[in-house]
């Protein structure tokens, strides 16, 4: 096994996002294991919630889907999907949203809904889920995906998730809480500009600028302070290894 | 009174061609056992609505029930695509559907509208998104309120002409109680027009009415119920039997052609005559796999007054 990989990385970055004592509403797969990364070493008061509508989860075991037994037993509460959406969601009683998706664009907006065009798609994706939901009400949000230039276009053929859509003015115009904090990829991490601009804030020591801007769909702005992430500690990598997948269904 | 069927009196008796249909439940305590009923009597031209399609409504769309699905995620939980959903929609096979489509919120919401009988409700999903343009269903109003928001969206009240769902217990007339990830059951359940309920077991009364506050469907909303041990694998019953990821890994090969979900659809609907077959066929030893060990909550003092 190499020290890490790839994957491991990204896990390792996006739990250091989190803080101890954030509420965070958590996906399946690898926003799973970085949440629960988080929770075990640097924010051993992190509350999970999961749209299913289990709250204060303390999973057994990974889950195969936000739905499994093991998020409903143990956990504080568990209540309908009106009110882990209504009373905790829409409420702003979320600080933090991990989200994926096939496309991100230079705001921050997320497409999970179809490639090409809605009546006519190229590729029939699953859909918002609770994704249009989280980007709208949380605080902060956190995406996690492969970096490539079909990830990254320009913009997103369909908004599920709005970012800062029209500038960072424009979203609390909209009535829109909090915004895109970060995308964490495999090759680095992007946050956003005081307009509300994607920008490369920091690079992995596996990737350079060039690969980061040939994967990325715009021209890529770079921060002047741009900075190598840090490698994980054979600590993470244990934790993750041996606890949090493995059978390394997430991470290999 | 007793409202007691089997599935395919419940399944005859509730549901018509051309109907608009809600197999509730949230990964837990999905109804599989009615939607395989369903397509054995070989309804068509059916609805779907249901936030999470899962495997229950890829196997609708394959055997051909379904023309229309109103939905906010298809995708088969942790393992990927709704791969006949995606046939459907893509390459018309085996014909084409049309799609209605939400967050889950927007459809939990069109649920909870229905519930309450009120023609709509609001929520602040959908602003900045592409979903206004794409689904005149969802609509903006103006607030009629002083405060920071001059527009709201608004989504309408879902009321489906069946609604199908599952509890772990009830007494033979329908009043009901889950626990475990609840979902949108609650809600689907007083939104329909027809509920049929088919639970892990029959109860009597003193047991409902031992524990008030877990009985969420009363049996005033209850058409028909249906005891069906294990009618949700491979979903789970929580504290009764886990959820079958191996079942859900497998749905995912098999249904990477149409001729696939066929043969499974030979095999594990047309070619069993219940549910009781399937579980014969699924095996005692993978049944018994799915088992949790206990872990009873404590027992809460309701009082004798």
């Known amino acids: ?252 | 009174m007793s409202k007691l069927r089997d599935m395919e009196g419940a399944i005859d008796a509730a549901v018509e061609d051309g109907q608009t249909m809600y197999l509730g439940g949230f990964t837990h305590l999905i109804p599989f056992a009615a939607g395989h009923e369903i397509i054995r009597q070989g309804y068509e031209g059916l609805t779907a609505a249901r936030a999470t399609p899962d495997l229950i409504y890829d196997q609708l769309i394959a055997a051909g029930c379904v023309d229309d699905v109103v939905f906010s995620w298809a995708g088969n939980p942790g393992v990927g695509s709704l791969r006949a959903f995606r046939r459907a929609v893509e390459e018309e096979v085996p014909h084409a559907i049309g799609l209605e489509e939400y967050s889950h919120f927007g459809l939990v919401t069109r649920l909870e509208a229905g519930a309450r009988h009120l023609p709509f409700l609001p929520l602040r999903s959908y602003v900045g998104s592409d979903y206004i343009e794409h689904n005149d269903a969802i609509r903006l109003l103006e607030n009629p309120y002083d405060g920071p928001l001059n527009e709201i969206p608004v989504v309408p009240a879902l009321n489906p002409d069946v609604a199908i769902v599952r509890a772990q217990r009830a007494t033979e007339d329908g009043s009901a109680q889950l626990w475990g990830i609840l979902g949108e059951i609650v809600e689907a359940a007083f939104a329909a027009d027809t509920v049929v309920l088919s639970v892990e077991e029959i109860v009597d009364e003193d047991v409902i009415r031992s524990d008030p506050n877990r009985t969420f469907i009363p049996d005033s909303v209850v058409d028909y119920v249906v005891e069906e041990p294990y009618g949700s694998h491979p979903s789970y019953a929580q504290g009764y039997y886990g959820r079958d990821n191996e079942a859900y890994l497998t749905w995912d090969e098999q249904s990477q052609s149409h001729d696939g979900t066929q043969e499974w659809l030979d095999e594990w609907v047309y070619g069993v005559e219940n549910r009781r077959e399937y579980l014969e066929k699924l095996t005692p030893e993978r049944l018994l796999d799915l088992e949790p060990k206990t872990n009873y909550a404590t027992p809460i003092d309701m009082g004798e007054y």
């Open chain 1, 1 to 252: 096994m190499p020290p890490y990989t790839d994957t491991e990385l990204m896990i390792t970055r996006a739990a250091q996002e989190l803080e101890d004592g954030d509420t965070t509403l958590v996906g399946v797969g690898v926003p799973n294991i970085a949440c629960n990364l988080a929770k075990r070493t640097h924010a051993p008061e992190l509350e999970m919630i999961y749209e299913s509508g289990t709250i204060g989860s303390n999973p057994s075991q990974l889950p195969l889907s936000i739905g499994d037994p093991v998020l409903a037993s143990n956990a504080k509460s568990v209540v309908p999907m009106t009110q882990s959406f209504g009373n905790y969601l829409q409420a702003g009683r979320i600080d933090v949203g991990f989200l994926g998706g096939a496309q991100i664009d230079r705001e921050g907006n997320i497409n999970s809904t179809v490639i090409g065009d809605y009546d006519d798609p190229t590729v029939r994706l699953p859909g918002s889920g609770g994704a249009c939901e989280i980007a709208s009400n949380t605080h902060r949000t956190i995406m996690i995906t492969p970096h490539t230039k079909r990830r990254f276009p320009e913009e997103v053929d369909f908004i599920t998730s709005p970012g800062y859509v029209g500038g960072r003015e424009n979203r609390k115009e909209l009535g829109l809480r909090g915004g895109p904090e970060a995308v964490i990829t495999d090759k680095g991490v992007l946050r956003f500009d005081e307009s509300g601009e994607m920008y490369l804030a920091a690079i992995h020591p596996s990737s350079t600028e060039a690969e980061v801007q040939e994967a990325t769909g715009w021209e890529l702005t770079v921060a002047d302070d741009v900075s190598e992430t840090r490698t994980p500690t054979p600590e993470e990598i244990a934790l993750i290894r041996e606890d949090l997948d493995p059978d390394g269904i997430y991470t290999e």
